[in-house]
């Protein structure tokens, strides 16, 4: 299809005018973007679709958001099937919350709407040494996010909104004591056991496969034995980080943009203050209001009349719970970190001086200035080597947006070869080989990118040897490959694997046999307890699990206790690889007493495991009443083991 595109160019742009032209007229260029953009419906929430290009956009983000926290992390856990379902599932949870939020008309307020933006840290670096916010770096910020001031407020305001579907629910969660500690002393339970093991490694040591039982092992599991396809590559990676290497900033363009950004590069004046608060929000009665200031302007005099007393004054009679103990002191802080009123006092004080009573929302306010920590411009010539990093980062960027549009439509039009792309940008063609489909331990970079991966490995890609089109593998990085050889899968023979096939028959007959071993004598065993033969007892408990396997530990602290202490708890654990094991349960031993520290954090955790429950419970609840449905299968993990 693609072949006769390329060969016809003229015809084909001359089909689609007659056939896309008309959609316009008929049903407009709005209605025609949305049929395009609809996509494949994965999932559904109040009858709209949640489509697979949304998810796609989804999952993209969060990768970016992940491997921006943690670089190191390795890029094939962030984009399994199983990670890409979670993303989905997250995606169905904000559409349920969002449309409940719309149905039970929750709304915030554009007070609260203020509230929250004033809180935010990023926000609150953006803010000059006056206080006032520089929007020009705001727009900024979040233009680097696609974003408008606007569209950045309506998202916070539609956030805020959410949250209130869930947090009501999860603030109100009542937990009685007498559950809590039920389920911490189950947790802390201890109990006397014996563990026999029958372990894989034993039994194949005796086992002696004759060359027709791995023969036979062979062909039965040939899949197992198969070399995986191969292919030498060629690729290209466009790289914002690479472009900068060929910016050259003069110290013209560096002076400027010095000049034009002194104000925000410069530290802003800092000032210490210490304050003695009588609280009365700004909503309580007059009188109330009236009393409070009269008890600071008494204060206010006694402060005066000795100065020196003031930090004693404010541990005695200041309610302000963060700084009373500290006799008022608040720190350094710069504009911008207080309520307007104190800051503006703050800033118009002189060091050594106690202010008149300062009235805010909070109360009423004595200041005391002890110390002014001045701002600093930093020189040209200090600032010099950041502004040239800063500067060729930004202009890379420009330039990694323009390059970005040669490359991506070059490597579709010039499709049998990378080499002259290469040759117009400058860029490395590069070369490897034995790539497969899923990157070998230890790979790093485009070969190791699942996206890069599966377009080379593309039917097209291998039939034809065709460019992969341009593909992002991280932000402000993009690359094309082609194929140069390719060898298919292929089962190796046996003579090849033979050692391999031999290894992988011992495992899995070893762990048959210790497991049939293991259900003989469970079955003896609990019928004579008294013929059991095993080692000395240990105690365990989900603390202390004397290096036991997990499954071992809990079937010990799971199994049913009923028949104790006449008869002997028997219960048989199935290791998988690692064989069989039988635990005989004595009984449960006696604990002392744990911590208040300890059964106050258990109680805590359970609560709050129980508002998590009573949460998932309303959410889920939601799911039903808007009909939420996942629609492609969630992928099941692969069991280890034979």
Known sequence: MFDFIRKHTKVTMALLFL??????????????????????????????????????????????????????????????????FATLERLVRDRVIAVAADKLRLTTSDQRLARELQQSPEIASLRRPDGSLDMERYRQLLGSQNLTPEMFEANVRADLSRRQVLAPLAASAITGTADADLALNAFLEKREIQVARFNTSDFAAKLSPTDADLEQFYKANEKLFQAPEQATVEYLVLDADSLKKSIVINDADLKTYYEQNAQRLSTPEERRASHILIASPKKAPAAERAKAAAKAAELLAQVRKAPD????????????????ANGGDLDFFARGSMVKPFEDAAFAMKKGDISDVVESDFGYHIIKLTDIKPGKQRSFEEMKPELE?????????????????????????????????????????????????????????????????????????????????????????????????????RTRPFAEVKDVVRQRWVAERGALEARKEGLAKLAAWKAAPATAVLPAPVVVSREQTQQLPNEVVDAALRADLGTLPATPVFAGVDLGAQGYAIVRVNKVVAS???????????????????????????????????????????????????
């Open 19 to 84: 056939l896309i032209v008309p959609s316009f007229i008929l049903f407009g260029l709005d209605g025609y973007n949305r049929s395009r953009d609809k996509g494949v419906a994965v999932a559904r929430v109040d009858g709209n679709d949640i489509t697979q290009a949304e998810w796609d956009r989804a999952h993209q983000n969060e990768v970016d958001r992940v491997r921006a926290q943690m670089p190191t992390l390795d890029i094939k856990l962030l984009d399994s099937p199983e990670a890409r």
């Open 592 to 642: 002392e007493p744990p911590a208040e520290a300890v059964t106050k954090q258990g109680r805590e955790q359970y609560a709050q495991a129980w508002s998590a429950a009573e949460s998932l419970a309303y959410y889920n609840t939601l799911k039903d009443r808007f009909k939420a449905e996942i629609l492609v299968t969630r992928p099941v993990l692969g069991k280890a083991g034979s």
């Open 389 to 489: 990093a800063e500067m060729k980062k930004q202009q890379a960027q420009k330039k990694f947006a323009e390059t970005a549009e040669i490359f991506t439509n070059a490597v579709y039009e010039q499709s049998d070869a990378l080499k002259p792309l290469a040759e117009r940008l400058k860029l490395d063609l590069k070369t490897a080989v034995n790539v497969t489909r899923q990157p070998a331990p230890g790979t790093t970079g485009v070969l190791a990118n699942p996206k890069f991966l599966n377009a080379i490995f593309s039917p097209d890609a291998i039939e034809k040897k065709r460019n992969t089109e341009a593909i992002e593998i991280a932000p402000g990085q993009l690359a094309s490959g082609r194929i140069v050889q390719y060898t298919p899968a």
């Open 309 to 324: 007393t003031f930090a004693d004054v404010a541990r005695k009679n200041s309610q302000d719970p963060g700084s009373a």
